[in-house]
């Protein structure tokens, strides 16, 4: 079965960092697109960053400046390294591939998911 492992979460206290991985066998980086969202339970999932094949990068407002969404085409893994993290963080977050180069912003446009990897950010 085609699919996306998620790792790397748990919990940190404010201002702490993680950082979240996404590995797979069967969907190159090099050819497919890579986003990070993440969701509250009640509420929609959000974009949070983005990685083209060609390495351009995308990212909420919310996380600029604080989150760096990288990869490694060797091993087929895609990273999102939180720093400076706050509770409003908190949230199970998904990585989600497309084939192409464009990175969008809406979960709808992804066809393959990972499981999710739940962030708490807690004192």
């Known amino acids: 079965q085609l699919s996306l492992v998620e790792s790397g979460g748990g919990l940190v206290q404010p201002g702490g960092s993680l950082t979240l991985s996404c590995a797979s066998a069967d969907f190159a980086s090099s050819t497919h697109t890579t986003a990070w969202f993440r969701q509250i339970p009640g509420k929609e999932r959000e974009f949070v960053a983005g990685?083209?094949?060609?390495?351009?990068?995308y990212y909420a407002e919310s996380v600029k400046g604080r989150f760096t969404i990288s990869r490694d085409n060797a091993k087929n893994t895609r990273y999102l390294h939180m720093n400076y993290l706050r509770p409003e963080d908190t949230a199970l977050y998904y990585c989600a591939v497309r084939s192409g180069d464009v990175v969008y912003t809406r979960g709808p446009m992804y066809n393959v998911w990972g499981q999710g990897t739940q962030v708490t950010v807690s004192s």
């Open positions: 990685i083209s094949t060609t390495g351009r990068t």
